[in-house]
């Protein structure tokens, strides 16, 4: 039967393989202490498995407070990688019990002075019961008209407080300077001073008379989050209006909101990982993005954040690059490719770097204050984006293609070389 | 206009204001540049506020790595409380859209080495758009029919592996011993080897008739944890068996699946929170549980779990009861007041501290392994903790009280005194 895996980094102060025994059975038909009914037929049927235990290196400070013991006679810390099984019939075609399981009550288990989530295999039995993207990375470029370069978009900025007229003057301005893709700010939903219907009926009529003016259709994500109604409604209003895309702050609506936003979509659902922080970033709790992405792609998001080279975050540029590699590899059995996006602190100095670690061309580039922070306005930034990737393309470093482009020159001017 | 108070624990190498600053910034207006549009009207109208910063302590490490600057010039890491403001206007009536602002794109802003969010006050204009919690304490405790003493309960142990008839074998001699709720493990929700129905309709055979028989109506949480089509089901299949509760996994489902489970349920619910570790172990990343679970008191959750004093875990006894009192204190213009859970590792030994802590005898109190592993078996585990809360009651010690109980004594002599 197929059993179900996933790979964790580990810390403890005690024996590691102890300390994995202890989390095996908390996570499958253990507990604290051993009790009637726990026979060995049923330990064996449905006990999660220590697949391997690789030990790596030693520290001398435990990462996180609070285990038990508290030292080791050495007063070392044994770091390990850990890949534990379960089998199908104890979790069955569920992301959500799924989630439960891999990522449930095992962060504070206290044998553990740290503890990560790094990876999770979902079979075809889980992933068959979910939708999957219907658009993904080839359905986002159809809809948009371009096949054979990145995609480069934008963020409206101010991201809260542009009221929908504001806000669809500048989506025209954008346009008109040869954008493929605007998205709203992950804060800016379905808000008093910006309500959804009235922002996309502006939006979109200027984002249609462009279409109309140039055959272009610049693909607009709305930021849809909100209640389960009230995102459908959204989904269904921006369908109305001609829209080609709708945006979802996975975090905040969790698995089942994104499922069941997929479940009712005819759009590419752009999805948002505000908040990613709080899951990523310390190196021995929680969940790495490789794990996460996964439940997500499963669930049906066609495009997914992945933060961006030299970000205005603490995520390295390694870790972006995995991320947004991850995208692109097929889950084995499953399929389900999605387009990464960079996104965080971008401008034109970050593409020609993208585009030599990604091996690909397969990415959405977004700069926010990026563009609109441009010296000569938002136009200018967007040209200069363009000229970034004509650089990148050709191999030319930046500041001797900037010699001969104002607007590149501008933007490394303005957002460092 | 009513503006949106959420409370941080941060520690910068920089300049604690700056940081704060940025931090307000980039979750309203704001982003890493200026840019057009960004008017002191709209600034005024829309930018988030520093309301309080107080310093802290300084600690010569950072709690977490990736800031910048990495190091201040006297290498010290200034912490402080900060409180930021919204205007509701940002945000309108959406408890996503608020979760995507205190608790989004920040954890990882790169001025701070550590930030937590600690509180957040939810306000009658959001919480109204909401159905809150139907039975809370007093309505969970009309259904069980107790009134006077806190609500002793388990959770089914093996968690997995059991047969529906298996299931129903065991909650029959748990009700028989006189407990007044049983769970589900969280682990445990409509898999291949135990579907939900199944079980319902078995364990409900069993509850009804003790209730035939006795009078007494034992409460039973159903993990109903799934997709949205099959928790509605879920609940349904619960209801239709005379069943009086559903159990939710809030953190697999996210604030979405708890939200419309609530719209649709006749039940309490009883919200789990298996993965809780990594929002809250770390001290200064994450959130903790007195913000959190506003959210989930908001979405209707009814019975909230908490933690045990002395657990299985690495959280405190301090922040146990803390999170435990917070259930426990009316939000102010909403109310919804919810029954905290003792859960993890709990047995007989544990009640006395609990009563005394609480001051309060409103509280759901779970043995799992404390009573399924009890040396006389679990009928013996239950009078354990009976005569452990006659003795918390009268304010006798429970080793004297143990001397004349033979159950409560073996308890002790098992789980440790």
């Not at 505000?274 to 669930?299: D, N, T």
């Not at 977004?366 to 306005?377: R, S």
Request: aromatic share 6%.
């Amino acid at each position: 039967m197929t059993r179900i895996l996933a790979h964790y980094l580990i810390e403890t102060a005690g024996d590691p393989r102890q300390a994995a025994e202890l989390m095996a059975g908390e996570q499958s038909a253990g507990t604290f202490v051993k009790v009637p009914g726990e026979t060995p037929e049923l330990l064996e049927a449905h006990g999660a498995r220590i697949e391997a235990l690789t030990l790596l290196d030693t520290v001398d400070a435990p990462s996180l407070p609070g285990a038990k013991p508290p030292k080791s006679p050495d007063g070392q810390y044994q770091r390990a990688y850990l890949t534990l099984s379960w089998p199908f019939a104890n979790i069955g075609a569920s992301l959500t019990t799924l989630w439960s399981t891999v990522a449930g009550n095992l962060f504070e288990l206290n044998p553990f002075s740290g503890l990560k989530l790094l990876d999770v295999e979902i079979p075809p039995e889980i992933a068959d019961a979910y939708p999957l993207p219907a658009f993904g990375v080839e359905g986002t470029r159809r809809l948009i008209g371009v096949t054979e370069r990145p995609l480069f978009g934008t963020i409206i900025k101010p991201s809260v407080g542009l009221t929908p007229e504001q806000t669809a003057d500048l989506v025209q301005t954008l346009c008109e300077a040869g954008l493929d893709f605007v998205k709203d700010d992950e804060l800016q939903t379905n808000s008093p001073h910006s309500p959804l219907a009235a922002r996309v009926a502006a939006v979109m009529r200027a984002v249609n008379a462009h279409a109309d003016r140039t055959g272009k259709q610049v693909m607009v994500a709305f930021n849809v989050t909100g209640d389960l109604d009230e995102m459908r409604r959204g989904h269904d209003i921006v369908l109305a209006h001609g829209g080609t895309c709708i945006m979802v702050n996975m975090l905040a609506v969790g698995l089942v909101g994104v499922t069941e936003l997929r479940r009712h979509s005819q759009l590419p659902i752009h999805g948002h990982r505000a908040g990613w922080g709080m899951f990523a970033r310390h190196p021995l709790l929680g969940i790495e993005y490789p794990a996460y992405q996964k439940f997500m792609r499963v669930a049906g998001v066609d495009h997914l954040h992945v933060n961006g080279l030299q970000n205005k975050f603490c995520e390295t540029d390694a870790s972006v690059i995995a991320s947004a590699r991850e995208c692109l590899t097929p889950m084995p059995g499953v399929g389900a490719v999605v387009l990464p996006v960079f996104s965080s602190g971008q401008s034109a100095r970050q593409i020609p770097d993208t585009y030599r670690t990604m091996h690909s061309t397969d990415w959405l580039y977004l700069a926010g204050g990026g563009i609109m922070a441009h010296p000569q306005g938002p136009a200018a930034g967007v040209r200069a984006l363009q000229q970034s990737w004509e650089a990148a393309r050709e191999g030319i470093a930046l500041a001797d293609y900037a010699r001969t482009h104002t607007e590149l020159a501008g933007a490394l001017e303005r957002f460092g070389a």
